[in-house]
């Protein structure tokens, strides 16, 4: 048993999809999130810049107590993951390798589809993944860099969302994939636009299930789960703007947000 908290990072909101699916599959742990909202996105800088801004939130993590951390964005696990995992001596899982996983597990004609940002494409991580599980797979990557703010600023089944999401989505319309994994944390609140858009015969892979699920088995393993009677107290922390990260959580989680905090994350 181990009653301390679970650390969640995205740079931004986008990692609640995460937090929600824990919220529902672990709720007797606690999560310590931190968004980093002052430096979003991360999907267009460069894998330095990415590792450098992760490894100081990890550090302020640290300070938290946590017993582990999700990175829930898919540009750091998918650029940054192997290089946090050498440097902290923590259990650390990324989103990337179980959306993989579920994306190889589920694909029946091996034709695998990648949307996310420029920098997870640019890695060829996930191809790379999928690829030792199933070495004859195709894979084909589409970043969707509108995709992000369409999430924030809460469009998410307006006309002008069907619109991007018909241009960004027609190449891969055309090469016949049945499975398309949603490789950023925004992109599942897309889900309904994205399904209308590839239609039913196209599976998509949200990684965030397998991800909590993963980690909690995880901790089973290790003994290390939260046994305690008293109901886990969640603390949000952010680099910028609590007000704005409230009201876009707000429509990604159900649960209200109570404990937000600003947090001057360079100092790490
Ligand atoms: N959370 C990021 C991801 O999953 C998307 C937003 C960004 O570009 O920072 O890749």
């Known amino acids: 048993m181990d009653n301390r908290p679970i650390g969640v990072f995205d740079s931004g909101v986008g990692g609640l999809t995460v937090v929600k699916e824990l919220l529902q599959h672990g709720p007797n742990e606690q999560i310590i999130y931190f968004g980093d909202t002052a430096r ?10 990415v590792t450098k801004y992760s490894k100081q939130i990890i550090r302020f993590l640290l300070t938290k107590n946590v017993k582990g951390l999700i990175v829930a964005c898919n540009t750091i696990s998918s650029n940054s993951l192997e290089e946090l995992q050498k440097d902290f001596d923590l259990p650390i899982l990324g989103v990337v390798k179980p959306g993989a996983l579920m994306a190889a597990r589920t694909s029946q004609n091996q034709r695998i589809g990648i ?3 420029e920098a997870t494409v640019n890695s060829k991580t996930y191809k790379t993944l999928i690829q030792e599980q199933k070495p004859e797979a195709k894979i084909f990557g589409q970043a969707c860099p509108l995709f992000v703010p369409l999430v924030e600023e809460g469009w998410l089944t307006d006309d002008v969302t069907y619109q991007v999401a018909k241009k960004y989505l027609q190449s891969l319309q055309q090469v016949d994939i049945d499975t398309l994994v949603l490789g950023c944390t925004h992109y599942p609140l897309l889900t309904p636009v994205i399904q209308e858009v590839m239609g039913d015969g ?11 699920q993963q980690f909690l088995r995880l901790l089973d393993r ?5 046994e305690n009677n008293i109901p886990p107290k969640h603390e949000f922390y952010v680099s910028d703007n609590p007000k704005k990260f409230c009201e876009i959580g ?3 989680l159900t649960d209200p947000m109570e404990w937000i905090h600003q947090v001057n994350i360079e100092a790490y």
């Open 115 to 117: 949307i996310g940002t």
């Open 222 to 226: 290790k003994q290390s789960l939260r």
């Open 202 to 212: 196209v599976a998509l892979i949200n990684p965030a299930l397998e991800t909590v």
């Open 250 to 252: 707000r429509r990604m």
């Open 40 to 49: 979003v996105p991360y999907g267009s800088k460069s894998k330095e810049t």
